[in-house]
């Protein structure tokens, strides 16, 4: 443990809790909403923190009138981001602060 370096603690902490979970997918739509997830999934798991998303995502989504309602799988993929990218779209800054 004495030999390992702040950079490799870095590197293994991204890669397990932001790369690992697709985190830094979100990160390229809104970093304000990714800090968030990564917190959350550090505390409490990173699929928590997946199904927090895609359970609020769905909960906003007007009865389906932006996206499809989302599989509730804790996996950020290209179904959860490009309905998190719609969303922003439709409410703007004001939907991370509601996020």
């Not at 690992?20 to 409490?44: K, Q, W, Y």
């Not at 290209?78 to 939907?95: N, Q």
Request: hydrophobic share 40%.
């Amino acid at each position: 443990m004495s030999e390992l370096t702040q950079s490799i603690t870095c590197k293994i902490y991204t890669k397990q809790y932001i790369s690992a979970p697709r985190f830094d997918d979100i990160h390229a739509v809104s970093s304000v909403l990714c800090e968030e997830v990564i917190d959350t999934g550090i505390n409490m798991g990173q699929s928590t923190a997946a199904k927090f998303l895609q359970r609020w995502l769905n909960v906003y989504n007007n009865q389906q009138t932006l996206y499809p309602d989302l599989v509730v799988d804790g996996h950020i993929g290209i179904a959860t981001v490009s309905s998190l990218k719609a969303f922003l779209k439709h409410r703007g800054i004001e939907g991370e602060l509601v996020l």
